[in-house]
């Protein structure tokens, strides 16, 4: 514990001063900051079911927080000693430092109370998992963010409260420099001098997804089936890639050696075959491993059985080749579960393909959010990080059938371009891009998209924002999707939607 104040000190030092400059062409406004932890006096801590103190660091104190396994919500409130309250309604969002110094990784959430708080009215919540021995930003967005009215009223806000949603053990971790952020920080600007961002590549370029045809149980099951045809169009548009999405787990043995039916594989690597004929560079992904995300520890072999298959088939491959070890792992396969078994599977891969590229995303879904709780083995050059992005969801999603009735309530929803609307997105990606800096490692985008009930001219207008913004911070991305419920292109009329289209690509000369 005494070691650490002192090595992270610097760390978060460094990270405050990059984010009190102001951005270009902004006001010289600095962040405003709400709680250091260097005023005892100033500010009251009431903790529940938790333990809490200031620990000393080589610059001044740090909030150390520490819980035990049976508490279910254990919390410190943070509030003005001498009563009040702030007044944030010239502010974009809260933000604070969380390190966790443990050996498995912590789930930390932050709520910004206003004086009528219970949880879900009056606040605004946010969480971020931690990896073991790192730290991240815990952001909670305040007013409206991503097109949803935030109940809290920003002009007096009550309480700061750090906490933690059912732990299942106990944890200790810290927390420092609560802030408010103002409007107009890009950390784009901020980064544009650094030099992992210069010679960073956008190694895939613009792509898209061949989706719901060989992730299906079936092929066709979900309407779509894969066509020879289909790798002409989309190497004519103009695209660079096609991240091709697979159900391997539907087609594979339940006993050792868990063999993959050789129809199937044949079937899979006629599609690689066919994207690298048209000059395509490919990712091969795994998804809706189902079983694993309900049961890891028991589907651990088959996973990595499944990989081993999978590497020796496309052993020989040109480069252009990337391997996706897992689509959106979530549930019951955690951060730590997952951090452990992609570095499994990763070592499987290197067995066969020393130096091929290969792409993994976070827990929870590949979000940017869940990006600090990502730990990846030390030492491997050849790794592309994917997060996936459809914010705002009741944009992306509305009328989406496997959401229930929540998405129909959505429909209707439209996406205007607004300042505001823009700055969300902005700064969601601006948190990949400072997570990509510091850990020296490329960012694919490999999802993002909106539904077909969406109105077109939203769509469109999305797209292409995101997708500029993306490539500003020399991202490669892949839309979701081809012609399927994200569809750019129409295969019932075999023509691209060619404003979707446009939106991917750079403008013609």
């Not at 010289?28 to 809490?52: C, H, K, N, W, Y």
């Not at 070890?325 to 990763?346: S, Y």
Request: include cysteine; proline fraction near 7%; aromatic fraction near 10%.
């Amino acid at each position: 514990m005494n070691r650490w104040p002192r090595s992270i000190t610097g760390l978060l030092v460094a990270w405050m001063v990059a984010w009190a400059l102001p951005a270009a062409g902004q006001p010289s406004t600095r962040v405003r900051m709400l709680v250091d932890f260097e005023s005892p006096e100033a500010i009251r801590l009431s903790p529940g079911q938790a333990t809490s103190h200031l620990a000393p660091t080589a610059n001044g104190h740090t909030l150390q927080i520490s819980t035990q396994a049976d508490a279910h919500f254990p919390r410190v409130r943070i509030t003005p000693a001498a009563g009040g309250s702030w007044d944030l309604s010239a502010v974009d969002s809260v933000q604070a430092d969380v390190f966790n110094p443990q050996d498995v990784p912590v789930r930390v959430l932050m709520s910004v109370d206003g004086p009528r708080a219970d949880g879900q009215h009056d606040c605004s919540v946010s969480s971020v998992t931690v990896a073991p021995r790192t730290r991240a930003t815990l952001d909670a967005p305040l007013g409206i963010w991503h097109g949803e009215s935030r109940p809290l009223d920003a002009a007096q806000v009550a309480s700061i409260t750090v906490l933690l949603d059912r732990p299942g053990r106990g944890h200790r971790f810290y927390v420092d420099n609560i802030r408010a952020l103002p409007p107009g920080f890009r950390v784009l600007d901020e980064l544009a001098g650094n030099e992992f961002f210069q010679q960073l590549e956008p190694t895939l370029g613009r792509g898209i997804n061949l989706s719901n045809m060989l992730e299906a149980p079936r092929e066709g099951d979900w309407g779509p089936r894969l066509e020879e045809h289909y790798f002409e169009v989309i190497r004519a548009a103009g695209f660079d890639a096609v991240r091709i999405p697979v159900r391997w787990s539907a087609h594979a043995g339940q006993q050792p050696p868990y063999a993959i039916d050789a129809e199937f594989f044949d079937r899979v690597e006629w599609a690689v075959r066919q994207a690298q004929s048209h000059d395509l560079q490919t990712v091969l992904s795994m998804h809706h491993y189902e079983e694993l995300f309900d049961r890891p520890e028991e589907h651990r072999a088959r996973f990595l059985a499944l990989w081993g298959q999978i590497a020796a088939r496309f052993r020989n491959d040109p480069p252009g080749l990337c391997l996706e070890l897992l689509n959106e792992p979530h549930g019951r396969l955690d951060a730590h579960l997952w951090n452990r078994l992609l570095a499994e599977a990763l070592a499987v891969v290197r067995q066969t393909n020393p130096t091929r590229k290969v792409v993994i995303g976070p827990a929870e879904f590949n979000g940017i959010d869940a990006l600090p709780g990502l730990v990846l083995p030390a030492g491997d050059g050849n790794l592309i990080v994917t997060v996936h992005y459809y914010q705002p969801m009741t944009f992306t999603h509305q009328g989406a059938t496997w959401l229930g009735g929540q998405a129909q309530d959505w429909l209707g929803t439209t996406w205007l371009g607004t300042p505001r609307e823009q700055r969300a997105v902005i700064r969601d990606l601006d948190r990949a891009l400072a997570w990509s800096v510091e850990h020296n490692l490329p960012i694919y985008l490999g999802e993002f998209g909106a539904y077909r009930k969406a109105d077109l001219a939203s769509r469109v207008r999305w797209t292409r924002f995101v997708a500029d913004e993306a490539v500003k911070r020399r991202m490669s991305f892949a839309y979701w999707d081809f012609c399927a419920e994200f569809a750019a292109y129409d295969r019932h009329e075999d023509r691209w939607i060619n404003p979707l289209k446009d939106a991917l690509l750079p403008p013609a000369e």
